[in-house]
């Protein structure tokens, strides 16, 4: 894959968790409930392990960016 398109899906997969996290019309519902936690909670601790995800595959696609 060329390095211009590999740097492009390494940026949006640095953007969709902070874009998910910061669109706040999703945070004010009480369900649906995990666990008796409500949306609200459940929502951002689901996105502690998916921001890791997507932040190895930006560095996946970006580690070579330094070799020549």
Known sequence: M????????????????????????WFPVDAP???????????QLAWIPGSVVFMAIAYVLRRDRDRP
């Open 33 to 43: 409930q995990l666990g008796g936690m409500r949306f609200f909670f459940w929502y």
């Open 2 to 25: 060329a390095k211009p398109v590999r740097r492009i899906i390494a940026d949006v997969c640095l953007l969709v968790p902070v874009l998910a996290l910061i669109w706040v019309p």
